[in-house]
């Protein structure tokens, strides 16, 4: 059976500066054996061990869908002592970020689609902190279920977390900031951190809240601009293992 994607699929074709920053700086993208297809890898795949990955022991740090990088690479700038892996699909993306290193040695990219990789790739109790920054909104009724955010899926972060990680998400549409909150607080062992606070005077919900102030650690990026110039709302959301 088709498995339901979380994305749209973009091209992967690369060309001049792009094409030279994919081979020059291969050692920054995580080789894995793929199964079906390019975004995907093999169903029995090991967990990848980190501390090889990384030729280091430390803290590690998670961005689903990071785009051209900017966000994951001025995180990695401004807190060396941390690893950063990105799931991303695009490869042109990728290779964008890749252009872009300038020296950092603290950061991977792994083209492959985390709904189906994640549970293959990263083990129980391996991430301290996971972004999921203005994921596709997939606004349709009918296309709900492509979301990313689901309680199958929130169940799964809860356990690459260590307890006491955090999973730091940010929308730019209202009914799927809803719809985050609610999945959250779904998942036994997720706590949100911030339930009862900040209520959205437009949530069908009422007062109930649960949204975050604007993580300081995340930048205004490509996506989030296009949002608050569209006249769109910005709400965060903290989820933290207990």
Request: no cysteine.
């Given at each position: 059976m088709?498995?339901?994607?979380?994305?749209?699929?973009?091209?992967?074709?690369?060309?001049?500066?792009l094409?030279?920053?994919?081979?020059?700086?291969?050692?920054?993208?995580?080789?894995?054996?793929?199964?079906?297809?390019?975004?995907?890898?093999?169903?029995?795949?090991e967990?990848?061990?980190f501390?090889?990955?990384?030729?280091?022991?430390?803290?590690?740090?998670?961005?689903?869908?990071?785009?051209?990088?900017?966000?994951?690479l001025t995180?990695?700038?401004?807190?060396?002592?941390?690893?950063?892996?990105?799931?991303?699909?695009?490869?042109p993306g990728?290779?964008k970020?890749?252009?872009?290193?300038?020296?950092?040695?603290?950061?991977?990219?792994?083209?492959?689609?985390v709904?189906?990789a994640?549970?293959l790739?990263?083990?129980?109790?391996?991430v301290?902190?996971l972004?999921?920054f203005?994921?596709?909104?997939?606004?349709?009724?009918?296309?709900?279920k492509?979301r990313?955010?689901?309680?199958e899926?929130?169940?799964q972060?809860?356990?690459?977390?260590?307890?006491?990680?955090?999973?730091?998400?940010?929308?730019?549409?209202?009914?799927?900031?809803?719809?985050?909150?609610?999945?959250?607080?779904?998942?036994?062992v997720?706590?949100?951190?911030?339930?009862?606070?900040?209520?959205?005077?437009d949530?069908?919900?009422?007062?109930?809240?649960g949204?975050?102030?604007?993580?300081?650690?995340?930048i205004m990026t490509?996506?989030?601009?296009?949002?608050?110039q569209?006249?769109?709302?910005?709400?965060?959301?903290?989820?933290?293992?207990?």
């Amino acid at each position: 059976m088709a498995r339901t994607k979380s994305f749209t699929r973009r091209g992967r074709s690369l060309e001049g500066a792009l094409a030279r920053a994919w081979e020059e700086s291969g050692d920054f993208i995580v080789p894995v054996r793929r199964g079906e297809g390019y975004t995907t890898v093999a169903e029995d795949h090991e967990p990848l061990d980190f501390e090889a990955l990384f030729g280091r022991k430390a803290p590690l740090v998670v961005e689903i869908g990071s785009g051209t990088g900017d966000q994951i690479l001025t995180a990695a700038r401004k807190n060396p002592q941390n690893n950063y892996l990105a799931f991303e699909v695009w490869v042109p993306g990728i290779a964008k970020a890749l252009n872009k290193l300038d020296g950092l040695t603290n950061v991977r990219f792994v083209e492959a689609d985390v709904a189906q990789a994640g549970p293959l790739l990263l083990s129980p109790s391996s991430v301290s902190e996971l972004w999921t920054f203005f994921p596709d909104p997939w606004r349709k009724s009918r296309h709900h279920k492509r979301r990313l955010v689901q309680t199958e899926f929130a169940t799964q972060v809860a356990t690459w977390l260590v307890p006491g990680g955090r999973w730091r998400l940010a929308t730019d549409w209202n009914d799927y900031a809803w719809w985050m909150r609610d999945v959250i607080e779904s998942v036994p062992v997720l706590r949100n951190e911030y339930a009862g606070q900040n209520p959205d005077l437009d949530d069908p919900a009422g007062n109930r809240g649960g949204f975050a102030p604007r993580y300081d650690g995340r930048i205004m990026t490509t996506f989030e601009n296009k949002g608050l110039q569209a006249g769109r709302t910005v709400h965060d959301l903290v989820a933290v293992r207990d």
